[in-house]
């Protein structure tokens, strides 16, 4: 499929058809070509390949064919000009801030981000003389103050990790581009399926493709997504000097991860939504956060940006740390991990692993309760994920 005729097709079509490059086998499933690098025909071919004027491929550090599939289809299915994978999500991430800045620059982000993607903003930057304002990504008044001469970039996770809180993503883009700065989104939580970031007005979209575009729990990765202009200006030299290249056998994972991507999420989608909907009201579950229903803070917002929940399910339960302790030790089917978007139902307890390095009165600001677990419902059948919710929440 030629990629300019691609964009017709439905998101489901591309998703399986989409960037395959066929060897002269004709195979049908996509070659993983695991090689480092690429042999000339002659010394003239060679030169005419670092010149840029012969097409083919130099090393795999630059560019690979499997890779180079896997970046094809997730650009066609993002609907963006071009894509460029990395070793891992956190990778990606750092890729697309520290290629737009320089020393001088200011850096703008919502503060309820993934630990590291923190760390990188508010550790890393300030090394190389970028500094940052970090904001509450729900107030859009934060954003418009937070603008200076030289904001380069604004930041942004949305549903955010692990309160599924939602920016706005329209709203915050009008403001940072009347400053002359760019916006970034972390969609790993919505996924490519639900959320279309670009056609909202960023300028840039990352994932973590180990979570929902693997979606089987086996490879890291990550990708980033935006126009040839932005990629060319940010992003290609940048990847190809320091080396945060995703591997061949990765990207073939990936590419066959995507093929299942839309059935995979959509019913994860309906799983997390039924769970929702049978613990909300539990008299042992205080609080549930799901984006999707009527009761969560930014329903509107939800409804205008997303085209459906998320596959994860935030709740509170009744006791602090020992009521969420108890109920996640009494879970039977799902399993305790810090990992999210697997076929795999699992559990984890931010206040003490992913967000247990900041300080308390930080998860107070950020709404990370001692009672709040993170569910991420994988592909069991939703009554058996429900059942297992409801038997555990017995033994708090
Ligand atoms: C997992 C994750 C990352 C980091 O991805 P890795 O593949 O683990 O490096 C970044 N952002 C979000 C929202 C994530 O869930």
């Not at 930057?125 to 604004?154: E, F, H």
């Not at 932005?230 to 093929?259: C, Y």
Request: net charge neutral; proline share 4%.
């Amino acid at each position: 499929m030629p990629a300019s005729a691609s964009s017709k097709y439905r998101p489901e079509t591309r998703l399986v058809q989409a960037g395959t490059l066929r060897s002269q086998f004709g195979e049908t499933s996509e070659a993983l070509f695991l090689t480092q690098g690429y042999v000339y025909d002659n010394s003239a071919q060679a030169e005419a390949r670092f010149k840029g004027e012969d097409p083919g491929y130099q090393y795999s550090r630059f560019a690979n064919p499997t890779v180079s599939m896997f970046e094809r289809r997730m650009a066609e299915f993002e609907g963006a000009e071009a894509a460029r994978a990395t070793a891992t999500g956190m990778a990606a991430v750092t890729l697309a801030l520290m290629g737009q800045v320089r020393a001088g620059d200011h850096v703008v982000a919502s503060k309820a981000l993934f630990g590291s993607c923190l760390y990188v903003v508010e550790e890393y930057l300030p090394r190389y003389g970028v500094t940052s304002t970090i904001v509450d990504g729900t107030d859009l008044d934060q954003w418009r103050a937070a603008m200076r001469p030289n904001t380069k970039t604004c930041f942004m996770e949305t549903p955010t990790n692990p309160t599924l809180e939602v920016v706005d993503i329209a709203e915050v883009a009008k403001i940072a581009h009347a400053a002359g700065a760019t916006v970034v989104v972390d969609n790993v939580f919505s996924t490519p399926l639900w959320q279309s970031p670009l056609e909202l007005g960023a300028d840039c979209v990352v994932y973590s493709t180990t979570k929902h575009i693997d979606g089987q729990g086996r490879c890291l990765g990550g990708v980033i997504l935006g126009s040839d202009k932005f990629i060319a200006d940010n992003v290609h030299m940048f990847l190809r000097q320091t080396g945060p290249s995703m591997s061949p056998f990765n990207a073939w994972v990936m590419l066959k991860g995507l093929e299942t991507l839309a059935v995979r999420v959509r019913q994860q989608t309906q799983t997390a939504a039924a769970v929702a909907e049978a613990l909300a009201g539990h008299p042992k579950v205080s609080r549930l956060i799901y984006p999707g229903r009527a009761d969560h803070p930014q329903a509107a917002i939800v409804k205008k940006q997303m085209r459906a929940g998320s596959t994860l399910v935030a709740f509170e339960v009744v006791g602090g740390k020992k009521g969420a302790f108890a109920f996640q030790d009494a879970l039977k089917l799902v399993r305790i991990s810090n990992n999210l978007g697997d076929a795999k139902s699992l559990i984890t307890h931010p206040a003490t692993t992913t967000h247990q390095r900041i300080t308390q009165a930080q998860r107070n600001e950020l709404g990370i309760s001692d009672g709040m677990v993170r569910l991420s419902c994988g592909l069991e059948h939703a009554d058996d994920l429900i059942e297992d919710a409801l038997a555990a929440l017995k033994a708090i």
